[in-house]
Structures are given as C-alpha cells and as structure tokens.
C-alpha cells in the first residue's frame, strides 16, 4: 500500500504539472491605478478601483494569479474629454493592459469598452503651519529665536468650497519639559473635519528649536522728557531710571547705555497726579528674551527758562 500510494501521488503531480503547463484562456481581475493626474483634478471616490480581461496564459500564470493580485497603472493623460468625462477608449485601454503584460501572456478582451475616470475639479494653495508646542526650560535658559518648522507650509488641493477657509494647520499638542539644550521633534498635523476631497502634501513635520543660557544685567539709564510746556523746562526726580535686560551670555555682552531710551511724554500727563509722568522705553536692543522697567513712574517739577 505505501508504495501503491507513493506511484499515485507521483502520478498525479505529473499529471497537475503537466495540466498546468498547457495553455489557458480564463478571466482575471486586475486592480488598477491611476497615475499622471492632470494638476487641477483629483481622483473621485466613485473611480473604477479594478477590471476584469481574458487573458490566454499557461495555467501556472493563472495559479500565480489566483494568489497574488496583479496591479495595472491606468495613464489618466490619455484620456478624452467627452461631454465633461475624462475617457479611455477600448483601443487606448487595451494597449495600456497588453503593455504591462508578459511577453507568455495574451489578451483577448476587457470587460468593458471605455473607462471613465472618476476626476473632479481641484485648486491648490500653500497652508502655513503653526507649530502647537508647549515648552518649560530649566532656569536661566530660553528659546533663541524661533521655532524651525520643516516644511513651513503644506499644499492643500481640493475644492475651493473646502479649502478657501483654510488660513493654518496646527500640529499635535507636544509639551517638552526641563529643556536645557537645543532640541528637534516630529510632530503630526492636524487637519480640519469636513476635507473629504482634500489632499495634503504632508502629514508630519520637523520642529526644532536653538535653547541658550540667559542671563540678567540691570542698566541705570537716564530719562529723556519729550514734549515740556513752552517757557518751562521738565525737571525729572531722580533723573535716572533702571532697566532690566535679559539676554543670552554672548549678546548681553554687546549690550549698552545706547541701545535703549527711556522716555517721559509731559504730553500724557495724567490730571489725576499733576507731579507724575509715566515711563516708557522707546528703543530697545535687538535679540534679547526681556527688557523691563524697574520703575514706572518718575516725580518732576517745572523749572521756568
């Protein structure tokens, strides 16, 4: 009996692969996709996403077919526009399939006689993205600069109904905790609800950002009176006025005297405290994190000239 069944498994695998050797003509889905999109159209829900050709092969390519599904690239720039459709004609269709064939592959026929393309009208504009990142530093350290986003934008296309109302895309909420040194993240994007048609160019982005050690100098600058009464001149208790600056170490060296003005308006003068002017800085360094007065307000009288 074993070596009954041993000739009978021999002879029937000689006779599949023998069967399978022969030619077949028999139907095969095929699933297709679309490339070469005009710039101004989309892909609509609605498109054909597979078909069906008779083909003649060997049943070995039938048996491959049967577990692997084959994928055929559908060249939309060659299809005519009839009566507002995108179509490929059965000439165009079928010369597009056989191209993508093997050379032991024959095709006989299409389940259909034209193929029409489910496109739909698009527009395209660059999205800024703003970056939703919560960041806590470790004392005396700051952001130098702002955050790098890359890219900076995303391509939105779509119908104008959609995306005209697009002014930003934000990123996911991140919160980075105890920064000390210059760091770089991923983070993903957020689109709005409602873009059923819309594509985006990206869907993640880079963010990294410059971290520096800051420190605090106070500045005794003095206080220029603007706008004195004609006749009078301003005179100002004290005279001096001191400003807080916080700046990393290198700038902060660079810091002086000239790179703020501390100004009084007599102009402004406030009815409700006749022998007080407000202070405000008119000029500031460039490429600091904070400058601020120590003081708010400053005394005076009128000195007759």
Not at 76 to 91: D, H, K, L
Not at 259 to 267: I, K, S
Request: with cysteine; glycine share 4%; charged share 25%.
């Amino acid at each position: 009996m074993k070596v009954f069944s041993l000739f009978l498994v021999c002879s029937f695998l000689a006779w599949f692969l023998s069967n399978l050797s022969e030619p077949y003509e028999s139907r095969c889905d095929f699933t297709l996709n679309y490339r070469n999109l005009p710039d101004t159209m989309l892909l609509g829900k609605n498109a054909v996403s597979s078909m069906e050709a008779k083909i003649r092969t060997s049943g070995f390519r039938f048996l491959y077919y049967n577990f692997f599904t084959k994928r055929l690239d559908i060249d939309v720039s060659q299809a005519t526009v009839e009566n507002g459709a995108y179509v490929i004609e059965e000439e165009v269709l079928k010369k597009q399939v056989d191209g993508q064939l093997s050379q032991n592959i024959s095709l006989l026929d299409l389940d259909r006689r034209q193929l029409v393309v489910d496109l739909y009208q698009v527009v395209s504009r660059e999205i800024p993205i703003k970056p939703n990142l919560n960041i806590q530093f470790q004392q005396n350290f700051l952001l130098e600069g702002p955050l790098e986003v890359v890219p900076s934008h995303v391509t939105v296309k779509g119908p104008s109904a959609e995306i005209d109302t697009l002014v930003v895309i934000e990123t996911s909420q991140m919160e980075l905790t105890d920064v000390s040194t210059s760091f770089s993240t991923e983070a993903t994007l957020i689109f709005p609800k409602g873009l059923d048609n819309t594509i985006f160019s990206e869907g993640r982005v880079k963010i990294s950002g410059k971290v520096a050690r800051f420190s605090e100098e106070v500045f005794t600058l003095p206080i220029k009176v603007v706008n004195s009464p004609e006749g009078y001149r301003v005179k100002t208790f004290p005279n001096t006025v001191s400003v807080l600056c916080k700046a990393t170490l290198d700038r902060l060296k660079e810091v002086s005297k000239s790179d703020f003005e501390v100004v009084a308006d007599y102009g402004q003068l406030d009815g409700s405290a006749e022998n007080m002017l407000y202070l405000e800085l008119k000029q500031l360094p460039k490429n600091v994190y904070d400058v601020r007065l120590l003081e708010k307000t400053v005394n005076f009288v009128l000195e007759q000239q």
